[in-house]
């Protein structure tokens, strides 16, 4: 699918500030007054910057509340009404911390457990899809999950955690392109099943459906070389798990070590979620002889 600079901006910094959020929530570290101002600034920064990053890839972003109408039946919608919740609870919490030294503690429980959450709705409006069966996966929901709290425990200060927790989270990735990568092939669709013509024999396209581009082409039919996606998947697992935990293990825990491991950590996972898109292959490519 087209790896759309809106929707990867989106993913990754969101994730970063629900983590960041949820560890906050439950006191993990417990800060007062302007210590918590400038953690908090952070969090929002991050889960709002990508919240309204994902409003661009809209034709038009006027219709982003519409998002909020289809909360019955659509994981777009409830990531909306879960994320203002999980924003509006956290920002009564903070309040407290940073303006009455008070910390409200079942109020910062019930913050962290919606932050997580928004999390994975964000997860399932992906790993929902069963005509992307790459993301069609119990792994996509357990990896965001693994990549907000990694990310977050890094904001956070949780400098052994945060490494413990980075290379897990590699490894639960290497899994899952192990797997990922056959899934595809392992559904059974085919140009035949795709055309409906597998009853007259093999299928070859003559010519395509139609002469110039459209929607789906753009935005469900990308193809990424070989050799691209071998180098993308080496630097999201060097930049975003191994080399972070090796410069928390090899150095003292330091503002400067953290701030420096979590912008490694940003730049593996901007990779890694290039890849997530851009990797994922819609049946539709099948019409179009993509695939």
């Keep these: 699918m087209h790896p759309a600079p809106s929707v990867i901006l989106f993913s990754t910094l969101s994730g970063m500030g629900f983590g960041l959020l949820a560890w906050l929530g439950i006191a993990q570290p417990a800060v007062f007054g302007t210590t918590a101002f400038g953690y908090y600034f952070l969090a929002y920064a991050l889960a709002v910057g990508g919240l309204l990053a994902s409003t661009f890839h809209l034709g038009n972003a006027k219709n982003a509340i519409k998002a909020f109408s289809q909360w019955k039946t659509s994981w777009l919608s409830r990531e909306a009404w879960i994320s203002v919740l999980a924003l509006i609870v956290m920002g009564l919490y903070a309040s407290g911390e940073i303006f009455l030294n008070t910390s409200?503690?079942?109020?910062?429980?019930?913050?962290?457990?919606?932050?997580?959450?928004?999390?994975?709705?964000?997860?399932?409006?992906?790993?929902?899809?069963?005509?992307?069966?790459?993301?069609?996966?119990?792994?996509?929901?357990?990896?965001?999950?693994?990549?907000?709290?990694?990310?977050?425990?890094?904001?956070?200060?949780?400098?052994?955690?945060?490494?413990?927790?980075?290379?897990?989270?590699?490894?639960?990735?290497?899994?899952?392109?192990?797997?990922?990568?056959?899934?595809?092939?392992?559904?059974?669709?085919?140009?035949?099943?795709?055309?409906?013509?597998?009853?007259?024999?093999?299928?070859?396209?003559?010519e395509p459906p139609h002469t110039g581009t459209n929607y789906l082409l753009h935005e469900m039919v990308y193809v990424v070389g070989r050799k691209h996606a071998r180098t993308l998947r080496v630097l999201a697992i060097v930049a975003g798990s191994i080399v972070p935990a090796l410069l928390i293990a090899t150095w003292r825990t330091s503002l400067v070590v953290l701030a420096l491991a979590a912008v490694v950590h940003l730049l593996g996972l901007l990779a890694q979620r290039w890849l997530f898109f851009a990797e994922a292959e819609h049946v539709v490519g099948l019409y179009y002889d993509k695939r």
């Design 104 to 206: 409200y503690v079942l109020l910062g429980y019930l913050g962290a457990a919606l932050s997580l959450t928004t999390v994975f709705t964000t997860s399932m409006i992906y790993a929902q899809l069963k005509t992307v069966p790459r993301w069609n996966h119990p792994t996509t929901t357990l990896l965001f999950l693994l990549y907000a709290v990694s990310g977050g425990a890094l904001l956070s200060g949780h400098a052994t955690l945060a490494a413990v927790l980075l290379l897990l989270t590699g490894a639960v990735q290497l899994f899952s392109w192990g797997m990922a990568d056959g899934r595809f092939a392992a559904r059974g669709s085919t140009i035949e099943t795709a055309t409906g013509l597998g009853f007259m024999g093999k299928v070859r396209q003559f």
